[in-house]
T-cell receptor
């Protein structure tokens, strides 16, 4: 079964507009974390934001915010004021269990975002 | 402060050959994870090394093996290469504890090694 689902293979957004990238996950572990990564065409994976399952508030990092709906097992990424440089692949990922010295991170299939001038 | 580095950048091998990819973690990081990313897909977890031991492994055959050295750098070895092994191989490093003293969850990725098997 898919642990991470990203149902939007491709998205378009107008420059300066906000965009939401969807992510749903599946886990039975009460302790887990959700990540969002950005991968430009250059290939390097860039960490954007992290949300722990016990975090009371939604995570925010600059123009990025994570809309965490635990009951729905949803962790959508919201990018405000889109910029041309935001055009990239975006991956939702999850780790399960309490944080130890080792973690297995599972990635979703990704969403390709294109920002239109 | 150098980030995660990987070598080589690109590599072309033929079926049946063996390959070794190298990764140097970010300074202060003691854990190294390896991922395989096929074209158009998300990264797939191969394995993770901590304290020179393999701690976690994904669904990859024994042809994929690794090693971590005392300086935390790591190697990924793939034997008997198949055409399907063609992919971008990403290395990520992470610390258990961040510089602020809290548990860290962030993985820093290297630029990857593009392996082509012909």
């Amino acid at each position: 079964a898919q642990k991470i689902t990203q149902t939007q293979p491709g998205m378009f957004v107008q420059e300066k507009e906000a965009v939401t990238l969807d992510c749903t996950y599946d886990t039975s572990d009460p302790s887990y974390g959700l990540f969002w990564y950005k991968q430009p065409s250059s290939g390097e994976m860039i960490f954007l934001i992290y949300q722990g399952s016990y975090d009371q508030q939604n995570a925010t990092e600059g123009r990025y915010s994570l809309n965490f709906q635990k009951a729905r097992k949803s962790a959508n990424l919201v990018i405000s004021a889109s910029q041309l440089g935001d055009s990239a692949m975006y991956f939702c990922a999850m780790r399960e269990g309490p944080r130890t010295s080792y973690d297995k991170v599972i990635f979703g299939p990704g969403t390709s975002l294109s920002v239109i001038p | 402060d150098a980030g995660v580095t990987q070598s080589p950048t690109h590599l072309i091998k033929t079926r049946g050959q063996q390959v070794t990819l190298r990764c140097s973690p970010k300074s202060g990081h003691d854990t190294v994870s390896w991922y395989q990313q096929a074209l158009g897909q998300g990264p797939q977890f191969i394995f993770q090394y901590y304290e020179e031991e393999e701690r976690q492994r994904g669904n990859f055959p024994d042809r994929f093996s690794g090693h971590q050295f005392p300086n935390y750098s790591s190697e990924l070895n793939v034997n008997a290469l198949l055409l399907g092994d063609s992919a971008l191989y990403l290395c990520a490093s992470s610390p258990l504890i961040s510089t602020t003293g809290t548990v860290s969850y962030e993985q820093y990725f290297g630029p990857g090694t593009r392996l082509t098997v012909t």
